[in-house]
């Protein structure tokens, strides 16, 4: 495990050596950083993504099955970052590469892919991510991969909330934080909450979100965020 104080702009980079055949995890803990993940390979091509709407209060997870064995590269770019912003990432032990992990990857894709589009930052890019993150939560369920399940359902019922469909939101963000709860991600369960209360609001239930945006700080509090 490593951690590190970050900067916006920065770019931060670590070396590992993988065997062909294993499956390659790592978490990157997000502690006021915004971050986007990339694995290079020996060749220096790009091999895999991650890079999530959840801004600073998050993590990101990366799995890779490593084909040829060699020097592998990961980049952490950081987007945006809070004063005293820092990350910690840690690596899964080496172990076989398995089905399940290569529906885990599929789903990670998905993720992928959408973040893509969410780059380019207009109405369009937005909705077409949303499609992404809804196949993401399919994939996921079907794959009984809970946490990119829930993590699934808050990119969902964030995209929902910033394309007007707040009733649908609500209930995407209200499973979300159910599930991170049970899952033990208690920053992630208040980001849902969060997001949960101005969805609410959004629908002209003002009480009803406050009471949402206060679980949420408990939260918050309760995580030493």
Same mark, same amino acid.
């Given at each position: 495990?490593?951690?590190?104080?970050?900067?916006?702009?920065?770019?931060?980079?670590?070396?590992?050596?993988?065997?062909?055949?294993?499956?390659?995890?790592?978490?990157?803990?997000?502690?006021?950083?915004?971050?986007?993940?990339?694995?290079?390979?020996?060749?220096?091509?790009?091999?895999?993504?991650?890079?999530?709407?959840?801004?600073?209060?998050?993590?990101?997870?990366?799995?890779?099955?490593?084909?040829?064995?060699?020097?592998?590269?990961?980049?952490?770019?950081?987007?945006?970052?809070?004063?005293?912003?820092?990350?910690?990432?840690?690596?899964?032990?080496?172990?076989?590469?398995?089905?399940?992990?290569?529906?885990?990857?599929?789903?990670?894709?998905?993720?992928?892919?959408?973040?893509?589009?969410?780059?380019?930052?207009?109405?369009?890019?937005?909705?077409?991510?949303?499609?992404?993150?809804?196949?993401?939560?399919?994939?996921?369920?079907?794959? $009984? @991969?809970?946490?990119?399940? %829930? /993590?699934? #359902?808050?990119?969902? &019922?964030?995209?929902?909330? +910033?394309? =007007? *469909?707040?009733?649908?939101?609500?209930?995407?963000?209200?499973?979300?934080?159910?599930?991170?709860?049970?899952? $033990? @991600?208690?920053?992630?369960? %208040? /980001?849902? #909450?969060?997001?949960? &209360?101005?969805?609410?609001? +959004?629908? =002209? *239930?003002?009480?009803?979100?406050?009471?949402?945006?206060?679980?949420?700080?408990?939260?918050?509090?309760?995580? $030493?965020?």
């Amino acid at each position: 495990t490593i951690s590190r104080a970050v900067a916006a702009g920065e770019t931060h980079l670590f070396s590992t050596a993988l065997t062909a055949g294993e499956l390659f995890e790592v978490r990157a803990d997000e502690l006021g950083a915004d971050l986007a993940l990339g694995l290079y390979g020996p060749d220096g091509t790009r091999l895999a993504g991650m890079d999530g709407p959840l801004g600073g209060q998050g993590a990101e997870i990366l799995s890779w099955i490593v084909e040829a064995t060699g020097e592998y590269r990961l980049e952490a770019r950081v987007v945006a970052a809070s004063a005293g912003a820092s990350l910690i990432v840690s690596a899964a032990a080496a172990q076989p590469a398995t089905a399940a992990a290569a529906r885990r990857i599929a789903v990670q894709s998905l993720f992928g892919r959408a973040g893509e589009r969410l780059e380019r930052g207009d109405a369009s890019a937005k909705v077409a991510a949303l499609a992404l993150f809804e196949g993401a939560l399919g994939a996921a369920r079907a794959a $009984g @991969e809970r946490w990119l399940e %829930a /993590r699934s #359902l808050l990119a969902v &019922g964030w995209l929902e909330s +910033a394309t =007007g *469909r707040s009733g649908a939101a609500l209930g995407h963000l209200e499973e979300s934080a159910c599930l991170w709860q049970e899952l $033990g @991600e208690a920053r992630f369960a %208040a /980001r849902a #909450l969060d997001w949960a &209360g101005y969805a609410t609001q +959004a629908l =002209g *239930r003002h009480r009803e979100g406050a009471g949402f945006h206060r679980r949420a700080a408990a939260l918050w509090r309760s995580a $030493g965020a």
